[in-house]
């Protein structure tokens, strides 16, 4: 239906209901003062919720936010489990078609996710890279480069290690809970498990994955405890497969016999350090670790200076709270 807007006969008054209607369908909202900056629009995509380190990563960012909510707005989302890669990939595309302004990523994946992440950055979008460093030979040859903000988990991991071989012996077995093969801080963190191993003269009898979750690394210790009786300790990556290799020690009778140690310090193990079920564990602040990039990215927005890797603290923890650097 066509209708008809009849003017008066008055040209001053024409023009002033002529502008009255055309601004009538833009909505009640003034419009933004001219030359006013947009308030940029950081997207936060992590793991698993299942895993409660990312929950307390995406609590951490949302009350970041709100203490900033004049400076940016946040889109948080994430996938089901650690392995949902394909999601993750499709969530870095919807925010590309949104044209959000930065996306800070914790990929589940150290190389799958370098392909979408590379098509951000090409699309104008900032993007950072948090908890799980992406591959750096993948990263060349996509010919992308991403700041890495996040703890050194090689340093972290053998932290944790030093602290489980003091009370151990030589020649002692122990076994390595890896997380997922293809990220970045499951491989540094075995090797930084390694490297305490090493010096502390224990002998690794056995490395496998329990891909960061719990029921995986209680299938894994289960069989581990029945292969190897003698075992004095469990070394895990991530504090949710601790509380798998817990449970694992629990059932077969020997949670008093072998140590367990673990790395992220959730609600869970902190409960388990007190009662002296777990050694140890290493602390990056999940509720910090979003923020470091998120400020991160929103430095880069403001300075458009080509950022470069920052290392964000790691601490170890054990039983009596944050120990001294060793």
């Known amino acids: 239906m066509r209708t008809r807007l009849l003017f008066p006969a008055r040209p001053g008054a024409a023009a002033a209901l002529l502008l009255l209607a055309l601004g009538a369908g833009c909505g009640p909202q003034e419009p933004a003062p ?48 650690e392995l949902d890669v394909s999601k993750q990939i499709d969530l870095v595309e919807q925010m590309i078609a949104q044209k959000v302004d930065a996306i800070v990523i914790a990929p589940a994946d150290s190389k799958a996710l370098v392909p979408v992440c590379r098509k951000a950055q090409q699309a104008g979008i900032v993007v950072i890279n948090i908890d799980n460093k992406f591959d750096d030979a993948v990263l060349a040859q996509s010919q992308a480069r991403f700041p890495f903000v996040g703890p050194d988990n090689r340093k972290g991991a053998k932290a944790v290690g030093d602290y489980l071989a003091t009370r151990l012996k030589p020649g002692d077995p122990v076994v390595l809970i ?15 498990f390694e490297d305490a191993m090493k010096a502390a003269g224990a002998t690794v009898v056995s490395s ?4 960061w979750e719990t029921d995986k690394a209680n299938q894994v210790v289960a069989a581990l405890i029945t292969e190897h009786p003698q075992l004095k300790a469990v ?90 650097p060793r």
């Open 34 to 81: 001219p030359g006013a900056p947009a308030k940029p629009r950081i997207a936060l995509i992590r793991k698993s919720l299942a895993n409660e380190f990312f929950l307390t990563m995406e609590n951490g960012a949302r009350a970041h936010q709100r203490a900033h909510a004049a400076d940016y707005d946040l889109l948080a989302n994430g996938i089901k489990d």
């Open 235 to 324: 070394l895990c990556a991530n504090d949710s497969m601790a509380l798998g290799a817990v449970a694992a020690l629990r059932a077969a009778g020997k949670l008093d016999q072998v140590l367990v140690v673990g790395y992220d310090h959730i609600a869970a193990v902190q409960q388990l350090l007190r009662e002296g079920k777990v050694l140890a564990t290493a602390d990056q602040h999940a509720d910090q670790l979003a923020v470091f990039g998120i400020d991160y990215a929103l430095d880069t927005l403001r300075t458009r200076r080509a950022p470069t890797d920052r290392e964000t603290p790691v601490d170890l923890i054990t039983r009596d709270g944050k120990a001294a």
């Open 178 to 192: 890896e997380g997922a093969p293809n990220a970045f801080n499951a491989i540094q963190r075995r090797l930084g």
């Open 208 to 211: 496998q994955s329990g891909y």
